[in-house]
């Protein structure tokens, strides 16, 4: 096997020279791949020893380490707004990149829009009305059949089968003044309401009581309206006497149930269509930058402990030397973990709930702080 050459104290980096070519034709990544290899080799005891890597071992593991930090702070950003982005465009690659991601209640109110559709105040179900006949002396009816067995079945919302409310049947010809005339009432735009001075003077509270009273009078004493609906079979009570149309409200379950709510194929669904790519290496900060150094350094390590882990030991003149493989690699995945934990405490503590919480407890600490403050006596 030929001699490969080694780390010679110095390096020209050109385009084409890492694995990926990611931030080839970056000109701060240009100028800092050299400086980088350099940097590495001499913390690894170049020239005092050789190192047994070439220009390119360097520039690879520099490559790694930017897209590394990279990956790192997107994943935050998808982590802190994914609720937002969810059901976003995906677009080209890169679209997210520099971009200012703002916190949204679009999704929270999708989210929300389901509970409303259970309480009926809303939601993003179609609610369908139908209606059947009603026949004379004939309490048991189809309500699926009446809507023409639609495919998946539906779900029986509301049955409009009531009694007139019981508000109507209110009326004490005894209260109030005494007069006991409906047409006073309506005179004062009480009509079908409580007594005018009850309704004036007393709790509703009290009207409340007053229909409850009636409602209860209408089940013990009289047929009550009502009605049961078990599997979309309609039960009516009391039999009905004549011929009608009652109407209901439903929806269908083909509908109501399909997790899918938006068929179109160019949105963002997981993380992995995020629309984040590399970060471009001239918009990383001295901070980023020196993590990135010292991140490309435990790289370097771990080849270097990798290719010494060729051979264990190395005949010399006279005896033979042991190579530091297992230092090299011990050393390289604890700086690996560190510089990973470091850089993601970093990030959660930048995060929007951490500094809101900050902003809270300065604000709490401003205000005892002022509360120490003497406050001047004013005399005119």
């Known amino acids: 096997m030929a001699d490969i050459a080694i780390w010679g104290g110095s390096s020209t980096f050109q385009a084409g020279q890492t694995p990926f070519a990611f931030y080839d ?7 800092d791949a050299d400086k980088v290899a350099k940097f590495c080799a ?17 520039y690879a593991c520099f490559e790694e380490a930017v897209t590394t930090y990279g990956n790192e702070v997107f994943q935050y950003k998808i982590r802190e707004n994914y609720l937002s982005m969810e059901g976003d465009t995906t677009g080209s690659r890169g679209e997210y990149n520099n971009k200012l991601i703002e916190a949204s209640l679009a999704r929270t109110i999708r989210i929300s829009e389901n509970y409303g559709t259970e309480a009926g105040v809303g939601g993003d179900v179609t609610k369908y009305t139908g209606s059947l006949t009603v026949t004379g002396n004939v309490q048991n009816y189809d309500l699926e059949a009446a809507v023409g067995n639609i495919a998946g079945g539906i779900e029986i919302r509301k049955v409009f089968f009531e009694s007139p409310p019981a508000i109507l049947r209110y009326f004490d010809p005894y209260a109030g003044t005494g007069t006991g005339i409906q047409s006073l009432m309506d005179a004062f735009d009480f009509g079908s309401y409580s007594p005018g001075v009850n309704f004036l003077l007393m709790p509703a509270s009290y ?10 009078n209408d ?21 009905p006497r004549q011929t009608g149309l009652i109407y209901f409200e439903y929806y269908k379950n083909s509908e109501k149930n399909t997790p899918v709510k938006n068929s179109a194929t160019n949105l963002i669904t ?7 790519d590399n970060v471009k290496y001239s918009h990383v900060n001295s901070v980023g930058r020196q993590w990135i150094y010292r991140y490309t350094l435990a790289l370097t390590k771990e080849l270097l402990g ?12 006279g005896t033979q030397t042991a190579l530091n493989q297992g230092d090299l690699l011990t050393d390289a995945r604890t700086e690996k973990v560190g510089l990973l934990g470091e850089l993601r405490e970093m990030l959660d503590q930048t995060s929007r709930q951490a500094q809101l919480e900050r902003k809270a407890n300065e604000s709490d600490n401003l205000k005892r702080i002022t509360t120490e403050v003497p406050m001047t006596i004013y005399i005119g």
């Open 306 to 317: 990798y290719i010494r882990g060729k051979y264990q030991t190395i005949p010399v003149p």
């Open 270 to 276: 997981n993380v992995g269509e995020v629309p984040y």
């Open 207 to 216: 009207d409340m009581l007053k229909v409850q009273a009636i409602e209860f």
């Open 219 to 239: 089940q013990i004493r009289r047929s009550a309206y009502s009605f049961e609906v078990v599997n979309n079979q309609l039960k009516l009570f009391p039999i």
């Open 25 to 31: 034709n970056d000109s701060d990544f240009q100028a």
């Open 42 to 58: 001499q913390r690894l005891g170049y020239p005092l020893m050789d190192v047994e890597l070439q220009s390119g071992s360097f």
